[in-house]
């Protein structure tokens, strides 16, 4: 009942920034928290950022902070994830991720999208 899809991802260079972005479409009643992952291959997932409803809290990993900022806009139905000074170890498929409520049943569930490849090089 709800498709995400990420964009953004590329090849730059160690130093350089990119920015993702995720919309969301189908039978959504009402939006919680988002949240951006990322999985490097032979890994687990892990999570990278989140925010709540309003935008109001937000959160990140240690490894990432002060270089990624999360932000959300609800009309838009998009999640945006800013990435500064990027670093080999950030290489990885950044997925999205959001908790709604569906029209249909008004039950709470988490939806992902594809992901979006991103590398970065030394």
């Known amino acids: 009942q709800v498709q995400l899809v990420e964009s953004g991802g590329g090849l730059v260079q160690a130093g350089g920034s990119l920015r993702l972005s995720c919309v969301a479409s189908g039978s959504i009643f009402s939006f919680n928290n988002w949240g951006w992952y990322r999985q490097a291959p032979g890994k687990e997932r892990e999570g990278v950022s989140c925010?709540?409803?309003?935008?109001?809290?937000?959160n990140y990993a240690d490894s990432v902070k002060g270089r990624f900022t999360i932000s959300r806009d609800n009309a838009k139905k998009m999640v945006y994830l800013q990435m500064n000074n990027l670093k080999p170890e950030d290489s990885a498929i950044y997925y999205c991720m959001v908790i709604v409520v569906v029209t249909t049943t008004r039950d709470s569930d988490d939806y992902w999208g594809q992901g979006t490849q991103v590398t970065v090089s030394s």
């Open positions: 925010i709540s409803r309003f935008g109001g809290d937000t």
